[in-house]
């Protein structure tokens, strides 16, 4: 099963200029909890897959709203001129089809 068919929502963003940001928001507890738990969505997935250092990838559980969270460093700044997204809203690709068993 991918990802995408036990979410209602998988975005990235802006977090300021520098950072990235991956909002991971699921259709149930059992599904928000079957990811949670098997650290599919680890720093090291995270760091391997957009190229950053582990130390600076942060994952964020929020059971509440049945959610997960990723931070990252951006590799370039929001508004550079090499920069080809500016609001950080096309970087959200390889968690929607990460695999989930």
Do not use: C
């Not at 300021?16 to 680890?42: C, H, M, Q, W």
Request: hydrophobic share 40%; charged share 25%; proline share 5%.
């Amino acid at each position: 099963m991918k990802l995408w068919e036990m979410t209602r929502l998988i975005r990235s963003k802006n977090a300021g200029p520098f950072e990235l940001t991956f909002d991971i928001i699921f259709n149930n507890t059992a599904g928000y909890e079957k990811v949670r738990d098997a650290r599919v969505i680890s720093t090291q997935w995270v760091a391997k897959t957009y190229g950053v250092d582990e130390a600076l990838v942060k994952v964020i559980d929020y059971p509440a709203a049945k959610a997960i969270k990723v931070t990252i460093p951006r590799p370039i700044t929001s508004g550079d001129v090499l920069d080809s997204d500016v609001y950080g809203g096309q970087q959200h690709g390889p968690f929607v089809d990460l695999e989930i068993v």
